[in-house]
């Protein structure tokens, strides 16, 4: 069994992406001691298909609807690196932004998008900012964030340190190889969800959605309700 770890990362695309693929575990994880930040690489001003919000409007409301579910999840914290919504791309400089984050906040547990999946498990294209946050997600973690010569400007102008995660858990995977019973933390990740009102106007229908499929992922591992993910033990072998 997994321990639980003192301190997670979550770095997520967009507002929501945290309640909707690991929002379960994220609770259960807090109500254990743990300490959460929340790091999202976007404001997600460009999300929501009924919206008639301007650009900024979006970003304080979304904003606004993060830091209520962050609360709700018992994340300590929530970061946001106000990307363009819809035009994330890998650089240099995002990735160090995210090390940046792995150094100060030290966690021993990274979460994150599977940047391989192309196609949801429901039959729906996974949103490319997903996918290049993943990727950028991993790479600060292995091995940007670990090495004391890779962003070395970071160590010494910034006075942070090197800073090696232990765990990498990959949400949206089609390898999953780790379960987490969310069976007493359901509830927390509905009202979390519920939070995204520029996204989900009506919560019953996806209250409904997320109780099936979280009932799906847990009879895989005779669960009542359940989350998974494909986790990467990042410590050294030898």
Same mark, same amino acid.
């Given at each position: ?44 001003? =460009? ?12 970003? %304080?409301?979304? &904003? ?8 709700l999840l018992g994340a300590s914290g929530?970061e946001f690196l106000r990307q363009p ?24 547990? $990274? ?7 192309? $196609? *949801? ?14 990727? $950028?997600?991993?790479? %600060? %973690? ?12 970071? *160590?010494? %102008? ?36 519920? =939070? ?25 591992k005779q669960m009542t309700y359940g &989350? ?11």
């Amino acid at each position: 069994m997994l321990e639980i770890p003192n301190r997670v990362l979550v770095v997520a695309a967009h507002p929501d992406d945290v309640e909707m693929s690991c929002g379960g575990t994220i609770a259960k994880f807090a109500t254990q001691g743990a300490q959460v930040c929340l790091l999202l690489v976007t404001s997600g001003e =460009c999300g929501g298909r009924r919206n008639t919000l301007t650009a900024e409007q979006m970003i %304080a409301q979304r &904003e606004a609807e993060q830091r209520e579910a962050a609360k709700l999840l018992g994340a300590s914290g929530v970061e946001f690196l106000r990307q363009p919504d819809g035009g994330v791309e890998y650089s240099s400089a995002l990735r160090g932004q995210i090390v940046r984050q792995i150094r100060t906040w030290r966690p021993d547990a $990274l979460f994150t998008h599977d940047p391989r999946t192309l $196609l *949801l498990d429901w039959n729906e294209v996974n949103h490319r900012d997903h996918r290049v946050v993943g990727e $950028l997600a991993m790479d %600060a %973690a292995y091995p940007y964030a670990r090495a004391r010569l890779l962003y070395p400007d970071q *160590l010494s %102008a910034q006075g942070l340190s090197a800073h090696a995660v232990k765990d990498l858990f990959l949400w949206d995977s089609n390898t999953p190889n780790h379960f987490e019973d969310i069976t007493d933390h359901i509830d927390a990740r509905i009202d979390a969800v519920a =939070c995204h009102k520029t996204q989900f106007p009506k919560a019953g229908p996806v209250a409904a959605w997320l109780r099936n499929h979280a009932s799906k992922v847990g009879e895989q591992k005779q669960m009542t309700y359940g &989350e998974c993910f494909h986790r990467v033990d990042l410590r050294p072998v030898f």
